[in-house]
């Protein structure tokens, strides 16, 4: 609907980055409240002002409009996420970290999935501006439930004190002559240091690849349809507009993600973080092959099937990883650092995709972003041999 709501294709691809692109501002921000401030009320902000962006987008068409709209959202989604993987952080052990962030990843699918199913129906039904503007008022009660369930929880935990973990006594609990100077870290520590500074790295790397194709394929899918399908795709005995049929593959991807994702978390448990994103990487080529190869509803549809058990797969093994390396004194900084760079990825996969579209055509510009893809994954399969399992 870009001409609809007066907005140029190749601007397209700018709206769908730029939410990313400034939360690797606002990471760095949400994980400094979080380590120095730790109070709720700004979850609670994040949600009413989420809500007034996508109000925004139902009032307020053209590019600045959206533009403003997408920063304030990504601003918003860094405190959203951060809370989110911190609460499980404070839960977890290291038995059940993987569980839980599957757990975790797959109660947030639950919200993409019906926001992508009935986002694609409610804009073909009742149109685009009545969509939004039904999204932003659940957000907003959504806002106001939990306003009232944190507030009573605050109240209840007030003057308690999370107790202190191994990593937190190591730095507080030093000898009376070491606390003026530098700490002096033991060679067995020093190499530990070191280790864990390599699996950041690589924990990094690896998470801005799998976003950066994950958005890539998501964002192309609606011009992917359109381009191979046709506007109307009609079948036997009914057809479906692009926009509907965009919205149920989109609702059928997350609807993958929830149901695989606890089901990833106990593999990343029981089986370790590398096998798990080693199997991830191998089903995200195979899948991509097929977008950039058939045309066909049934071949696109088995491709987003696979894209859409990779995507996952890679995520949860990666958030356990990330809890495995965090120490809770630095959680909201290590947190930070590493959702920045998903977001890198994020925000890099619709900028660059629909500029290559732009570029060379269509046609042959999704064939190019779909094999970029398979290559950046199999490299990231080949960076998933760097560290012995996280959770040794």
């Known amino acids: ?55 925004a987008y139902g009032l307020f068409w053209g590019f600045w409009a ?42 947030s699918g639950i919200g993409f999935f019906a926001g992508s199913l009935l986002g694609g129906v409610l804009t073909d039904t009742i149109g685009f501006r009545n969509c939004l503007l039904s999204f932003a008022a659940l957000m907003l009660l959504g806002a106001t439930v939990t306003f009232l369930d944190l507030s009573r929880s605050h109240a209840r935990n007030a003057g308690k004190t999370e107790p202190a973990t191994f990593s937190e006594s190591y730095h507080t609990k030093k000898p009376l002559r ?36 994950g958005s890539a394929a998501s964002s192309t899918l609606g011009l992917l349809i359109k381009t191979r399908l046709g506007t109307v795709i009609r079948f036997s005995r009914f057809s479906i507009r692009v926009a509907s049929l965009t919205g149920i593959l989109l609702a059928l991807r997350w609807s993958i993600s929830f149901l695989f994702s606890p089901i990833f978390g106990h593999l990343a448990d029981r089986w370790g973080r590398r096998f798990l994103l080693f199997f991830g990487t191998l089903i995200g080529v195979v899948g991509l092959a097929l977008l950039a190869t058939q045309g066909g509803l049934i071949w696109i549809s088995v491709a987003l099937i696979l894209t859409s058990i990779s995507s996952p797969a890679i995520s949860v093994a990666l ?65 998933s041999f760097g560290f012995k399992r996280m959770n040794d």
Not at 23 to 30: Q, V, Y
Not at 190 to 207: A, E, F, M
Request: glycine share 10%; proline share 2%; with cysteine.
């Open 1 to 55: 609907h870009a001409d609809q709501l007066g907005i140029k294709l190749v601007f397209v691809g700018v709206l769908l980055s730029v939410n990313r692109f400034v939360r690797l501002l606002t990471n760095s921000l949400a994980g400094y409240v979080h380590d120095h401030i730790g109070r709720w009320w700004h979850f609670v902000a994040a949600l009413v002002v989420g809500a007034c962006t996508t109000a």
């Open 66 to 107: 959206f533009l403003i709209a997408r920063l304030a959202w990504g601003t918003c989604w860094s405190f959203l996420r951060l809370e989110g993987y911190a609460t499980v952080m404070q839960q977890a052990t290291i038995q059940n970290r993987g569980k839980l962030m599957g757990l975790y990843r797959s109660i």
């Open 178 to 213: 070491q606390r003026t100077h530098e700490p002096v870290l033991p060679p067995t520590a020093l190499k530990d240091v070191k280790q864990k500074s390599r699996r950041h790295w690589l924990i990094y790397y690896i998470g801005y690849a799998n976003a950066l194709v």
């Open 319 to 383: 958030d356990a990883a990330i809890t495995d390396v965090a120490s809770a004194k630095q959680r909201g900084k290590t947190i930070g650092a590493y959702t920045t760079f998903t977001d890198l990825g994020s925000a890099k996969g619709p900028l660059v995709g629909y500029r290559v579209i732009d570029w060379i055509g269509v046609s042959a510009g999704l064939g190019v972003v779909y094999w970029a893809s398979v290559v950046l994954l199999l490299s990231a399969a080949l960076a």
